[in-house]
């Protein structure tokens, strides 16, 4: 079992029980969207980021990524860090019929998979060298970034790693920047550079 220093947001209860059989942490869940009407909840989500950091691990899909949000909208100060889970399309045992995207939830990602989630957010791996950050210009010259098909793009290049579909540019640069060096990211996307 591996010991995280974070607070760890999920969902849900069964979010909680699944990641409690695999690391050692104080995880908090939001009830869904019970986070908004919940201040006392906020309240030791924002204690939790300004002393020991939280790390955000809601599903993939739209509710998922809107509770994420409004967390970071509504803590000002502190550390956070999110980890994504791939797109996993399919249905967890417990429930009668899969979500409105169609994807599992944390409770249902295998195991692997999610101590993959934290090692690509920087969680479970050594600290990576100091090395030059992946900017958004990056991001621009491997046509992520604002031209017509950057979405497009974007979605493609996340699915080659294994990342969920609806990142943001900003998200994405975020999550990029704890998987791997610039130069890393500059040699995977070398093909994909248009002229400018």
Known sequence: MLQIKQAIIVEGKYDKIKLASLVKAVIIQTNGFGIYKNQELLELIRYYAKTTGILILTDSDRAGFQIRNYIR?????????????????????????????????????????????????????????????????????????????????????QKKLNLPANLSASALLEVLNHMMTREEFLNRTADQKEDV
């Open 73 to 157: 909208g509504a803590v000002p100060e502190g550390e956070i860090k999110n980890i994504y889970i791939p797109d996993v399309f399919g249905k967890e045992r417990r429930k009668v019929k899969p979500s409105a995207d169609g994807k599992l939830g944390v409770e249902g990602i295998d195991a692997e998979i999610l101590r993959e989630a934290f090692r690509k957010a920087g969680i479970l791996t050594e600290e990576m060298p100091i090395s030059e950050p992946i900017t958004k210009t990056d991001l621009y010259f491997a046509g992520m970034s604002g031209r017509p098909e950057s979405a497009e793009k974007r979605r493609a290049f």
